[in-house]
């Protein structure tokens, strides 16, 4: 059974820093791309980030240069190291796995979801 | 304002039929797959539908997409009490590089 794990939520100060984690299990991890998608408090979804297993990167735009997406194959572990954060960060952000290896594709479904860690920026 | 756009609710009465929209352009969903997202209230987002049309294992034969040119479309048919749950579309973006959403659609079963 596929499972996601995320964990590294927490309360953190305008500018502050968290690094979020993903455990990943029941299936072979390094053959799948993994994202980061973010839904804040009663609003839609937003992707945040995403990575191949090759390593290959991509961000939002309104992430870039502040957060950065890795791998950790060893560990089967996604992460997100998350800087300078601000506000409208504030979110519950759910770790989510692509079928495929690699970004993009034309088919960029989710086809599991990791039950989300909320990331709160206030002061 | 999200890339792709929904309404952002429907209502239907129990056993008659809803339609969702999703409008996009010709970098997103014009140029690839939508996929589509069930998230019952207070729990993670569930995958109902992929590659436009294409049901995963599980997913009952009432739930059907569709897309034509840039938009795409959600049927869900016999409604159901539980079926009331946020909606979204989702597609690669080619122009954006990023995986966009739509900004969902509230589901009210009467």
């Known amino acids: 059974e596929v499972q996601l794990l995320e964990s590294g939520g927490g309360l953190v100060q305008p500018g502050g820093s968290l690094r979020l984690s993903c455990a990943a299990s029941?299936?072979?991890?390094?053959?799948?791309?993994l994202s980061w998608v973010r839904q804040a408090p009663g609003k839609g979804l937003e992707w945040v980030a995403a990575?191949?297993?090759?390593?290959?990167?991509y961000y939002a735009e309104s992430v870039k240069g502040r957060f950065t997406i890795s791998r950790d194959k060893s560990r089967n572990t996604l992460n997100l190291q998350m800087n300078s954060l601000r506000a409208e960060d504030t979110a519950l952000y759910y770790c989510?796995?692509?079928?495929?290896?690699?970004?993009?594709?034309?088919?960029?479904?989710?086809?599991?979801w990791g039950q989300g860690t909320l990331v709160t920026v206030s002061s | 304002q999200s890339v792709l756009t929904q309404p952002p609710s429907v209502s239907a009465a129990s056993g008659q039929k809803v339609t969702i929209s999703c409008s996009g352009s010709?970098?997103?969903?014009?140029?690839?797959?939508v996929s589509w997202y069930q998230q019952l209230p207070g729990t993670a987002p569930k995958l109902l539908i992929y590659?436009?049309?294409k049901r995963p294992s599980g997913i009952p034969d009432r739930f059907s997409g569709s897309k034509s040119d840039t938009s795409a479309t959600l049927d869900i048919t016999g409604l159901q009490p539980g079926d009331g749950a946020d909606y979204y579309c989702?597609?690669?973006?080619?122009?954006?590089?990023?995986?966009?959403f739509g900004g969902g659609t509230k589901l009210t079963v009467l």
């Open positions: 989510a796995r692509h079928p495929f290896w690699y970004i993009p594709a034309t088919d960029q479904r989710v086809d599991y």
């Open positions: 029941g299936f072979t991890f390094g053959n799948y791309a």
């Open positions: 990575v191949s297993t090759a390593g290959r990167t």
């Open positions: 010709s970098s997103n969903i014009g140029s690839n797959f």
């Open positions: 590659d436009n049309n």
């Open positions: 989702a597609t690669w973006d080619s122009s954006l590089i990023a995986l966009v």
